[in-house]
């Protein structure tokens, strides 16, 4: 059992991130529609309309337990699919506690992550049940988008300055602290500056994805010591 600051778990429910973050949000979309480059071409308007934060489907800081994660998946922040709605975007249920492994979810929900992201853990043998106990998604900024801005650092630092960031970053130290295994899937950048405790440790508890495009967990992605990524979650 691992154990976090309860302060910083209240942090970062949905409730306490809307009211943070309220008044930096208008400052992150005046700067997606000032952004300069392609502006004015189909592939800027594009571009932009990917960069847009969903307000609407509300935040999502993690989804797991923090208290029974072995292993830590760290994400940019939310996608979302055609015709998310804020009920269907995060879909808690008590008896699983990552919410994207449970059969409950959305098709699309089931497709991308029990097919997809968890889909060789699971031929591996680890069950969806082990991953919803150990497995804990953190996100580096909690709102929604099509896209993340990779280059606009204009855009990176407007989304920095969000106030959920800090106790997001506190959340993923403490864990660290506590020997989690950590899989970077996307942002490895900002994640290393806001936790410097995790470069230290890459290549014997911190696994970086070597691509951004598949989002699988597999031995592929994450070479290194992948039978402790198995070992971790079956424990």
């Not at 778990?9 to 000032?34: R, T």
């Amino acid at each position: 059992m691992t154990q976090v600051d309860p302060a910083i778990i209240s942090a970062l429910q949905p409730a306490a991130i809307n009211a943070a973050d309220l008044l930096s949000l208008p400052a992150y979309k005046d700067a997606v529609e000032k952004t300069i480059p392609g502006a004015r071409t189909e592939k800027g308007r594009i571009a932009r309309e990917g960069w847009r934060i969903r307000e609407d489907l509300g935040p999502i800081a993690f989804d797991g337990d923090p208290a029974t994660a072995t292993v830590l998946l760290l994400k940019a922040n939310p996608s979302y699919g055609d015709g998310a709605t804020r009920e269907s975007h995060f879909e808690p249920h008590p008896d699983w506690p990552l919410s994207v492994a449970g059969p409950h979810v959305t098709a699309g929900t089931r497709a991308y992550y029990q097919n997809g992201v968890f889909g060789t853990l699971r031929r591996a043998g680890v069950t969806l049940e082990q991953i919803s106990r150990r497995m804990l998604k953190v996100e580096l900024c909690p709102w929604a988008s099509k896209k993340w801005p990779t280059g606009q650092q204009h855009l990176l630092q407007q989304m920095a300055r969000f106030p959920s960031r800090s106790p997001t970053l506190e959340l993923v130290s403490q864990l660290v602290d506590q020997g989690v295994l950590v899989l970077i899937a996307r942002a490895e950048e900002e994640w290393f500056a806001g936790v410097p405790a995790l470069q230290d440790l890459v290549g014997t508890r911190v696994f970086v994805s070597r691509t951004k495009i598949a989002p699988a967990i597999s031995e592929r992605m994450y070479p290194g010591r992948w039978p402790l990524v198995l070992k971790a979650l079956r424990s």
